[in-house]
């Protein structure tokens, strides 16, 4: 089956491409590579021995979608296509909204036209904003405290709507927590552009020199040692969540969600410290001032999918940290 992966080269995309491929599927990778580098294919092609198929090309941009669902006969779309800074979607909400949410409906409407009925749609766990309660269940209420929030949000409710009116219909949103690591080659892995705003890349690129100290954004959350608590999944779990969803659902319809997560939380110092370990290097840290509109702790109830899909996170916070090291000290500049 051909499926089309937007954002397929971007950092989960290019993961799932992979598990995608090693479950029997043809991904297509369709980017606009607005946030990535045309050379994430040659490292795919390390990885698999595949060539994979790639259409550069904008999930608004209507009539080459239909040109490449017609040339692929292409039966679903992983959709991870997004923009995903949470501090830009404040400063330029319109273009979030533009990107995110009208780039959706256009890449809903031409699958419709195409006879296109299977969606699988990166959520994120920020649509449970400051958690009511933990761990989080899918059935927790959903909102959002930042623009880039409101679009996973609103996209959530359209994929509902979408499935209203037609029987044949499958959207499942998939919720991940904190994606980090790599793939175990050190091929591939996620490099952000400037100054990194997550965790893991910043932690991993004052470990390889890029800068001189980690600042821990608050210690005196209500906490285990006070600092920011967050479930951690590595991205190779990541992407097979979204093999074990398509596969369990491919003949199904109507719109699901599902929590990709560990169920465990870690604190900001004890990330620092794996990394530490796995590094062999001291990472140095300076405590600083809450971040804005961060929450204290925040960690999956991964059940739902571990019952209806048999999908649970298999990889520890060491190989997160390992991997995440591999790569970062492979390529501390990233693929440029
Ligand atoms: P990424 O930026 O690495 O990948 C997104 C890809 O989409 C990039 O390659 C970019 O070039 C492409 N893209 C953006 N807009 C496009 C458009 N209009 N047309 C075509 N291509 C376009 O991000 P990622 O971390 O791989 O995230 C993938 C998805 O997962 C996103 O939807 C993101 O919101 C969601 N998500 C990410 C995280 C995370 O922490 N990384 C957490 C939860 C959800
Ligand atoms: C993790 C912890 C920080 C950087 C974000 C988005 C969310 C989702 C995942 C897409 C927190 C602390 C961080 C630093 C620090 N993305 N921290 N120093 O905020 O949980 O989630 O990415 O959907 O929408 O909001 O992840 O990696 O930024 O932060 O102390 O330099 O690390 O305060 O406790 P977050 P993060």
């Known amino acids: ?85 949470v501090g830009e979607s404040t400063e330029q909400p319109l273009s979030y909204y533009r990107n995110n949410v ?93 100054i990194p705003n997550n965790l893991m890349p910043f932690i991993a690129q004052t470990a390889v020199g890029k800068r001189e100290f980690v600042s821990i954004f608050g210690n005196d959350y209500n ?13 190779t779990d990541l992407a097979a969540g979204h093999v074990a969803a398509f596969s369990t659902h491919q003949n199904d319809s109507g719109s699901l969600v599902y929590n990709l997560g560990t169920g465990k939380g870690y604190s900001v110092l004890e990330i620092i410290n794996a990394f530490s370990e796995s590094a062999n290097i001291e990472i140095k840290y300076k405590f600083a001032p809450r971040r804005a509109g961060d929450i204290a702790s925040n960690f999956a109830d991964a059940s739902l999918a571990k019952k209806n899909l048999g999908w649970t996170a298999q990889l520890n916070i060491e190989a997160m940290t390992d991997d995440t090291w591999h790569w970062q000290s492979k390529y501390p500049n990233g693929l440029e």
């Not at 809903?108 to 994120?124: D, V």
């Not at 929030?149 to 209203?164: A, F, N, P």
């Not at 608590?229 to 991205?235: A, E, L, S, T």
């Open 1 to 85: 089956m051909n499926v089309l992966v937007t954002g397929g080269t971007g950092y989960i995309g290019s993961h799932t491409c992979l598990a995608l491929l090693d479950a029997g599927y043809t991904p297509v990778i369709y980017d606009n590579l607005s946030n990535s580098s045309i050379k994430v294919l040659d490292q795919l092609s390390k990885i698999s021995s595949h060539t994979f198929d790639f259409i550069e090309g904008d999930i608004a941009d209507s009539k080459k979608l239909k040109a490449t669902f017609e040339q692929y006969n292409i039966e679903a779309v992983f959709h991870f296509a997004s923009l995903k800074a």
């Open 102 to 194: 009208a780039g959706t409906v256009t890449l809903l409407e031409t699958m419709q036209s195409c006879g296109i009925n299977k969606i699988i749609f990166s959520s994120s766990a920020t649509v449970y904003g400051d958690p009511q309660y933990l761990p989080i269940d899918e059935q927790h209420p959903i909102t959002a405290t930042n623009p880039y929030g409101w679009t996973k949000v609103m996209v959530e409710q359209i994929l509902v709507d979408w499935c209203k009116t037609d029987y044949q219909h499958l959207a499942i949103a998939l919720r991940y927590f904190n994606p980090v690591g790599a793939h175990p080659s050190g091929l591939l892995g996620e490099s952000p552009n400037g």
């Open 223 to 235: 906490t285990k040692d006070g600092t920011g608590v967050r479930d951690y999944i590595h991205i």
